[in-house]
């Protein structure tokens, strides 16, 4: 029972952690940090509580590299990179490549470390201690506290836009927790959320989101519902594989 008194009290934590962050570091650092360095040395304070949580309090092992079985872990990667064309295809018209910059790069990547370590890194292997190893189960909430982070964006954005784009990332959230299950390699999830925020940074300006009519957020909601089960289906069979029933 005290056991798992203290799991929960870390899942909290990892929960927490990244949106209070997010919506209190920035007035933190700004009469000192460049607001266009704000939200890099956001995620770098983040990152560098994941590595002393994992290495010094908690002692979570994170798997940042595995050179095991290269194909399979590119097998594994199917349904994210399917997944990742699919929805960010059409703001390939609004990316302009002359905006790329070394302080793009450099944000977009730790904001990818900062989160892959917190929920993937830190969040997953909590979760299946504390489910006694469901795995699918373990990714469930480890995508729950991944979608839960981005309520943060509400200081900038219509709530039912940060519900959609919760929706979304909770789906992104099982397609790499699988992939970091399967594969024991946190950087094929860095490099898939470096891939998937990247477009944003560097749009041209033409890429507008507006918050939508009632008709229109249901419609969304509809679809983004179905996604989320096709994307439920896909991830539950690949964490758990496909088992042939014995002959008899």
């Not at 952690?17 to 919506?23: C, I, Q, S, T, Y």
């Not at 795995?135 to 900038?156: D, E, K, M, P, W």
């Amino acid at each position: 029972m005290l056991k798992n008194k203290k799991l929960m009290i870390k899942i909290v934590i990892c929960f927490l952690l990244v949106p209070v962050a997010l919506m209190t570091v920035p007035y933190l650092i700004s009469p000192i940090i460049p607001e266009k360095y704000g939200q890099m040395t956001v995620d770098l304070i983040i990152f560098l509580i994941v590595i002393i949580l994992s290495r010094n309090i908690w002692h979570v092992r994170i798997h940042f590299f595995s050179g095991k079985r290269i194909g399979n872990q590119l097998c594994q990667l199917i349904p994210a990179v399917i997944s990742l064309i699919l929805t960010r295809f059409g703001t390939l018209s609004s990316i302009a490549p002359r905006l790329i910059n070394v302080r793009i790069i450099l944000t977009v990547l730790l904001v990818a470390l900062a989160e892959e370590g917190m929920f993937r890194g830190l969040l997953l292997p909590l979760s299946l201690e504390l489910t006694r190893n469901r795995r699918y189960t373990a990714v469930i909430i480890s995508s729950v506290g991944f979608a839960v982070a981005h309520l943060a964006n509400i200081a900038n954005s219509s709530w039912s836009l940060v519900l959609l784009q919760m929706i979304v990332v909770f789906g992104n959230g099982l397609l790499w927790g699988s992939v970091y299950l399967k594969t024991d390699n946190l950087s094929l999830t860095i490099l898939l959320h470096f891939l998937d925020d990247l477009p944003l940074f560097i749009t041209n300006g033409s890429l507008k989101l507006t918050t939508p009519t009632s008709s229109q957020l249901m419609t969304a909601l509809v679809m983004y519902l179905l996604m989320i089960g096709i994307i439920g289906v896909v991830t539950f069979l690949q964490v758990n594989g496909l088992h042939r029933r014995p002959t008899r």
